[in-house]
């Protein structure tokens, strides 16, 4: 049950509140890739305080904020090239969150060692 409610701070963070420029531009500016990653951060940190001790709920936002922006980083790169042929713009918008899934799940199964790393 937990995890299913990262998935929707995951959800919130990474569409929600993602801004149309922020979408678009995240591909070639770092700004707009950092002002991403930072409103997925915060909506993160925000369920994970009410779900995790705090020393877990910090550990567990860094890493998933880190991890996220490196998988943006590349995928959107490939998503702003492949956008107008579909056949391979969704597979790798799948991808995409298939890897920020795996990671969120990966870093909440090894959460309680996290701490070890404060």
């Not at 049950?1 to 929707?8: A, D, E, G, V």
């Not at 149309?20 to 531009?25: G, L």
């Not at 090239?81 to 713009?89: D, E, G, I, M």
């Amino acid at each position: 049950m937990i995890f299913s409610l990262i998935l929707i701070a995951h959800w919130g963070g990474d569409f929600v509140f993602q801004t149309s420029k922020m979408a678009i531009r995240k591909s070639y500016k770092l700004k707009w890739l950092l002002l991403h990653v930072l409103a997925y951060t915060t909506v993160l940190l925000v369920f994970s305080l009410f779900l995790f001790s705090l020393k877990i709920a910090i550990m567990y936002t860094l890493i998933n904020a880190i991890l996220h922006g490196v998988t943006d980083f590349f995928t959107s790169k490939l998503t702003t090239k492949y956008r107008k042929t579909p056949r391979v713009f969704y597979p790798i918008l799948g991808l995409d969150q298939l890897i920020h899934t795996i990671t969120l799940y990966l870093t909440f199964i090894h959460k309680d060692s996290l701490v070890l790393f404060l």
